[in-house]
C-alpha cells in the first residue's frame, strides 16, 4: 500500500483544518491569554460544534473571535468531511492504491513498448500488442475508454499524463523500453513525443503517427524510424475490399484471430546460430519451427521474396515468415543460437 498516494490526495483538507486549529490556538493564546490546554480545547470543541460551552469567560473580543472561529471552521470541517467520505466511499482510494501498485510493475518492466495516446488507433495497437503476447505501457492524459475496454484484461498498464512531458515519459519506464508508438492525435504533439524519446533513449525504435504529409520529414528528422498515415492505410484498405476481397478477408481473419493466430513475423539470425552458414533447405524451418519462410532480407538491406532454397544463411539475415505465436518462439529461439 502507497501511503504517499494517499497523504497527496488528503492534503488539502487536512492542511486547512491544521490552519484552522492552529489560528484557533493562537487567537486564544494572544487574545485571552489562555494557556495551550485550554486554547487548544475550545478551538476543538467550537470547530466541531460539540455545544460543551467556554472552559472559560470570554471577553467581547473572545466572543467576536469564537464567533468567526466557528463560521471557518465550520465550512471547513464541512469541506474536509466530504473530502474524506467521498475519497473512501467513491472509489477514489482504490483508484490510487491500483495506480500505486501499477507504478511498481511499470518500474519492474524491460523491453516493453510505450504507445503514447489512448485513442481509436492507440487502442488498436495495444490489442494487438496484447495478443502477440508483447509487454506495452499506455500514456494518456484520459485513460476512462481504454480501462473500460480493457476492463479485466491483467496486461493493461498505464500511466495517465501528458506523453510530451519528460517526467511522465520516465515514469512509462522509456530508458528499459524496446519501443515507443507515437499515436496522438495531433502531428505537433507526435513531433515533441519523438524528440523527447529520442533524446531520453537513443536506441529506441520509434514509430509514429501523422496526418499531414508534411510532417513525414519532420518526424523522421526527430528521430521517427517510421511514420504511418492512417487516413492512407484506410484508402489502400477500401481499394482492397474492391480489387481482392479474399485476400483481405484472409488477412483480416489471420489478424483477428485468438492466441493460436498466425502473424507474419521476422527473426534475425545472430552470428552464434546454428543457421549460419546452412542453406534453407539444410535449415529445414517448416519441420523444424513450423514456421513458413515468405521473404527474406539481406544484411544489405536487399529483399528476397520466395527466397530460393539453395539461398544461404548469414549473420545479420532476417527471414520474415508465416507464423503462430508457438512457431515464433521456436524460430527466434533457433535464429538467436539459444
Not at 22 to 48: E, H, K, N, R
Not at 174 to 195: C, P
Not at 272 to 283: F, G, I, K, M, N
Request: charged share 25%.
Amino acid at each position: 500500500m502507497d501511503f504517499r498516494l494517499i497523504l497527496r490526495r488528503l492534503a488539502l483538507p487536512l492542511s486547512l483544518l491544521a490552519v484552522v486549529y492552529a489560528a484557533g490556538v493562537a487567537g486564544y493564546m494572544i487574545l485571552q491569554g489562555w494557556d495551550f490546554p485550554d486554547a487548544s480545547y475550545m478551538t476543538i470543541i467550537t470547530v466541531a460544534t460539540v455545544g460543551y460551552g467556554e472552559t472559560r469567560p470570554l471577553d467581547p473580543l473572545g466572543r467576536w473571535f469564537t464567533t468567526a472561529l466557528i463560521l471557518g471552521g465550520m465550512g471547513t470541517m464541512l469541506y474536509a468531511v466530504s473530502s474524506v467520505t467521498a475519497f473512501f466511499v467513491e472509489g477514489e482510494l482504490r483508484t490510487l492504491l491500483r495506480r500505486g501498485k501499477m507504478d511498481k510493475a511499470i518500474s519492474r518492466l524491460s523491453d516493453h513498448h510505450i504507445i503514447c495516446g489512448a485513442g481509436r488507433v492507440g487502442s488498436v495497437i495495444l490489442a494487438e500488442l496484447l495478443r502477440t503476447g508483447q509487454k506495452a505501457v499506455v500514456v494518456d492524459r484520459d485513460m476512462h475508454l481504454l480501462e473500460e475496454e480493457f476492463q479485466g484484461n491483467p496486461g493493461l498498464l498505464t500511466v495517465e499524463g501528458d506523453a510530451t512531458h519528460d517526467s511522465v515519459l520516465e515514469r512509462a519506464g522509456i530508458q528499459r523500453a524496446r519501443g515507443l508508438l507515437a499515436a496522438l492525435s495531433e502531428d505537433k504533439d507526435n513531433l515533441f513525443v519523438v524528440l523527447s524519446a529520442r533524446s531520453m533513449n537513443p536506441g529506441l525504435r520509434i514509430i509514429a503517427r501523422a496526418d499531414e504529409e508534411s510532417t513525414r520529414d519532420k518526424l523522421l528528422k526527430a528521430g521517427a524510424d517510421a511514420v504511418v498515415f492512417p487516413h492512407t492505410i484506410g484508402g489502400l484498405r477500401m481499394a482492397s475490399e474492391m480489387l481482392r476481397p479474399n485476400v483481405v478477408t484472409f488477412l483480416d481473419q489471420m489478424l483477428r484471430w485468438g492466441d493460436g493466430s498466425l502473424r507474419v513475423e521476422e527473426a534475425e539470425v545472430q552470428e552464434r546460430s546454428s543457421l549460419v552458414d546452412q542453406t534453407l533447405s539444410e535449415a529445414d524451418l517448416s519441420t523444424r519451427t513450423g514456421a513458413l519462410v515468405v521473404a527474406l532480407r539481406s544484411r544489405g538491406g536487399e529483399f528476397l521474396f520466395n527466397p530460393p532454397r539453395e539461398r544461404r544463411l548469414a549473420p545479420g539475415d532476417v527471414l520474415v515468415v508465416l507464423a503462430d505465436q508457438a512457431q515464433r518462439r521456436a524460430l527466434l529461439k533457433l535464429a538467436g543460437g539459444d
